[in-house]
């Protein structure tokens, strides 16, 4: 589903990330990131320790936990809302494990979620989460970093689902003064593998796009761009969904402008 619709989208991709049940009325955030212009939401489901995310996504995922947001919680917010854009869940191994890969994905299925990020999960220990996400309709996308080698970048390309998740740089997920030139090359490594399988799947380039010119810029070589820290940053200093889903409409203008 995701794949197919972002095919069919006919331009640069745009998906912004928010913490789940990070404010009363979370999903009117996501409803202004529709209107914005986003092609697919990612929603992130709070966890204790958050080992890829810098700052802001560790705060609101706190800011989550504390006011007592569960997975099911976040799951029954959403259970029969339709924004008319996939949206694709992003978690921990631990919350996977906790239920079990089939019942983990089929709860996520019948909350509306047609795709799943996993990003702590090794490509190596990947076998029964990729069955499992197949069998309940999830596309599980897979990630890959700058310096991921040929061999593994090849079995990424391979078996991701959906899109495949570019990393523009080592370290954590957060705002950045500036996109990695590193990053473009991954990009274009991604497809040369895609290619070699005779896909087209999009690759979208995320970790650190904070402005309206980054998502411009990375959106050059990539199919499309992932914003979450600097969305995030906004709602916990108390922006409203206007006012968020106003910025993220920059983004959306620059990336189509090709600024």
């Known amino acids: 589903m ?21 404010t009363d009325g979370w999903v009117e955030y996501l409803r202004a990131f529709v209107e914005a212009g986003a092609d697919a939401i990612e929603v992130g489901l709070p966890f204790s320790d958050p080992t890829l995310d810098g700052p802001t996504i560790q705060e609101a995922s706190d800011a989550a936990l504390a006011r007592g947001t569960t997975v099911r919680s976040v799951l029954a917010d959403l259970n029969g809302l339709d924004l008319g854009v996939p949206l694709v869940a992003s978690t921990y191994y631990n919350l996977v494990a906790h239920d079990g890969p ?3 994905c089929a ?36 990630l890959a970093s700058v310096v991921t080698p040929a061999p593994r970048l090849a079995l990424i390309a391979e078996r991701s689902r959906g899109f495949v998740y570019a990393v523009s740089l080592m370290g954590t997920t957060g705002e950045r003064h500036e996109v990695d030139a590193a ?3 991954l990009v274009e490594r991604l497809k040369a593998e895609l ?9 979208l380039h995320g970790f650190g796009i904070t402005t309206p010119e980054h998502a411009a810029r990375a959106s050059r070589a990539a199919d499309g761009v992932i914003v979450g ?24 203008r620059a990336i189509d402008q090709g600024a």
């Open 2 to 22: 995701i794949e197919a619709r972002f095919r069919a989208a006919g331009r640069k991709l745009l998906m912004p990330y928010l913490t789940g049940g990070l």
């Open 102 to 104: 089939e019942r983990f």
């Open 107 to 142: 709860a996520l299925r019948d909350a509306g979620f047609a795709g799943l990020i996993v990003p702590d999960l090794p490509l190596d220990e990947a076998g029964e989460l990729i069955t499992a996400a197949g069998a309940a309709g999830i596309e599980l996308a897979l």
């Open 183 to 185: 990053s473009a090359a």
């Open 195 to 203: 290619a070699k399988s005779g896909t087209a799947r999009p690759v």
């Open 229 to 252: 820290a600097a969305l995030v940053r906004r709602v916990l200093d108390g922006a409203g969904p206007e006012e968020v889903g106003g910025y993220l409409a920059t983004m959306r």
